[in-house]
């Protein structure tokens, strides 16, 4: 009888040591579970709003020189980097057919004009008659007019800058021959204002309503990587990078076709004051499309999106989590302004980790004894 008493006082604290050793797991498991949810505080700070492009540097103002005529180049006056002045002869070109052509035109003018001065005193006098004087007149104001195309030929055989500039890449040598053409002239020399810069930059169709003339930017060029320059957006364009929009141009409906993305032309005005910058350099554009100050906002990274719209999961004093959906404003890089739905000071879900699963699950009750 002795021996059952013993054998079932331990039998029953076997059973309490298995429930006691269960509860711990159980409650340790809660706890590492509870331990794996990091949260973020709902804060307040000043934020922006931006949108990033890249773009190439070039001159407002720049132009190409090349010849009204065809003839040789007799000589170029300047050199690469020149300082010219608008009007300033920079190139000459070979005259000697043009004034030859000029020489026969004024002789055939003279001539004209001796013959019409006698057909109109013939006529006066009844020896021509009227239509001989107009034959005559007409003559006499066709040579004038060859006349005044051979003198603007001949004096197109002096190159002038058309602005003030500087002589940007090497100018076409002495005996090139000048081809005119209003199709693929021969291009004698380049010549830039590069005292006002701006960049062309490429923007994503999804930020192109973000853009507005008149807001600021800052970027950077590979020269100069530890120095931030600034710029300001004066143009946006109407139509995007390939005129995807024109179906009339075959090019534009077969680039539209293929391109998984349109990109738009946005102009920015450059603050250079130590005229570091060149022509055709990359810029990495950042456009400050807005500022908030004092924004509450939370982290990007906790905030979700269904078809409901945008939420963060709040973490309540009980250790629950509510879906909270919110209204969102302005997006930095790591931020989000919330409109509404959320105050300061609540902490929201920012990151999980692996769930510890207790070990009920694994066994179903507590282990056997």
Same mark, same amino acid.
């Given at each position: 009888?002795?021996?059952?008493?013993?054998?079932?006082?331990?039998?029953?604290?076997?059973?309490?040591?298995?429930?006691?050793?269960?509860? &711990?797991?159980?409650?340790?498991?809660?706890?590492?579970?509870?331990?794996?949810?990091?949260?973020?505080?709902?804060?307040?700070?000043?934020?922006?709003?931006?949108?990033?492009?890249?773009?190439?540097?070039?001159?407002?103002?720049?132009?190409?020189?090349?010849?009204?005529?065809?003839?040789?180049?007799?000589?170029?006056?300047?050199?690469?980097?020149? @300082?010219?002045?608008?009007?300033?002869?920079?190139?000459?070109?070979?005259?000697?057919?043009?004034?030859?052509?000029?020489?026969?035109?004024?002789?055939?003018?003279?001539?004209?004009?001796?013959?019409?001065?006698?057909?109109?005193?013939?006529?006066?006098?009844?020896?021509?008659?009227?239509?001989?004087?107009?034959?005559?007149?007409?003559?006499?104001?066709?040579?004038?007019?060859?006349?005044?195309?051979?003198?603007?030929?001949?004096?197109? @055989?002096?190159? @002038?800058?058309?602005?003030?500039?500087?002589?940007?890449?090497?100018?076409?040598?002495?005996?090139?021959?000048?081809?005119?053409?209003?199709?693929?002239?021969?291009?004698?020399?380049?010549?830039?204002?590069?005292?006002?810069?701006?960049?062309?930059?490429?923007?994503?169709? @999804?930020?192109?309503?973000?853009?507005?003339?008149?807001?600021?930017?800052?970027?950077?060029?590979?020269?100069?990587?530890?120095?931030?320059?600034?710029?300001?957006?004066?143009?946006?364009?109407?139509?995007?990078?390939?005129?995807?929009?024109?179906?009339?141009?075959?090019?534009?409906?077969?680039?539209?076709?293929?391109?998984?993305?349109? &990109?738009?032309?946005?102009?920015?005005?450059?603050?250079?004051?130590?005229? /570091?910058?060149?022509?055709?350099?990359?810029?990495?554009?950042?456009?400050?499309?807005?500022?908030?100050?004092?924004? /509450?906002?939370?982290?990007?990274?906790?905030?979700?999106?269904?078809?409901?719209?945008?939420?963060?999961?709040?973490?309540?004093?009980?250790?629950?989590?509510?879906?909270?959906?919110?209204?969102?404003?302005?997006?930095?890089?790591?931020?989000?302004?919330? /409109?509404?739905?959320?105050?300061?000071?609540?902490?929201?879900?920012?990151?999980?980790?692996?769930?510890?699963?207790?070990?009920?699950?694994?066994?179903?009750?507590?282990?056997?004894?």
């Amino acid at each position: 009888m002795k021996r059952g008493k013993i054998i079932g006082i331990g039998a029953l604290a076997a059973v309490l040591v298995a429930g006691g050793v269960y509860w &711990y797991m159980e409650s340790s498991a809660a706890e590492k579970t509870a331990q794996a949810v990091e949260t973020v505080a709902v804060q307040r700070m000043d934020i922006k709003s931006t949108v990033e492009a890249t773009g190439t540097i070039r001159p407002v103002d720049s132009v190409e020189v090349s010849s009204k005529i065809t003839a040789r180049i007799n000589s170029v006056l300047v050199k690469e980097n020149d @300082t010219v002045t608008a009007g300033q002869v920079v190139a000459t070109l070979d005259g000697k057919d043009y004034e030859a052509k000029r020489d026969q035109a004024q002789y055939r003018v003279t001539n004209t004009r001796a013959k019409y001065n006698r057909m109109s005193y013939l006529e006066s006098i009844g020896a021509k008659s009227k239509s001989d004087l107009e034959d005559a007149e007409y003559n006499y104001d066709t040579a004038q007019s060859t006349l005044e195309e051979a003198n603007s030929d001949a004096s197109e @055989t002096i190159i @002038t800058a058309p602005i003030s500039g500087v002589v940007v890449g090497e100018p076409k040598t002495a005996g090139t021959m000048a081809v005119q053409g209003s199709d693929n002239p021969t291009v004698i020399m380049r010549i830039a204002d590069l005292s006002k810069k701006q960049i062309k930059a490429k923007v994503d169709e @999804t930020d192109i309503g973000n853009i507005r003339i008149g807001q600021e930017a800052t970027f950077t060029v590979d020269a100069y990587t530890d120095q931030k320059f600034t710029a300001r957006v004066s143009k946006i364009s109407q139509t995007d990078v390939s005129n995807s929009w024109d179906t009339s141009s075959a090019s534009s409906s077969s680039a539209s076709s293929s391109a998984s993305v349109i &990109y738009y032309y946005v102009t920015l005005d450059v603050d250079d004051p130590e005229n /570091l910058l060149l022509p055709a350099m990359t810029a990495r554009v950042v456009i400050n499309t807005a500022d908030r100050n004092d924004a /509450l906002v939370v982290p990007l990274s906790t905030l979700k999106t269904d078809a409901a719209g945008s939420y963060v999961l709040v973490l309540q004093e009980d250790g629950t989590q509510e879906t909270r959906y919110v209204e969102t404003g302005i997006y930095s890089d790591e931020y989000v302004e919330i /409109l509404g739905g959320l105050s300061e000071g609540e902490r929201v879900v920012s990151t999980y980790t692996a769930k510890v699963v207790p070990m009920s699950m694994h066994a179903g009750g507590p282990p056997p004894f």
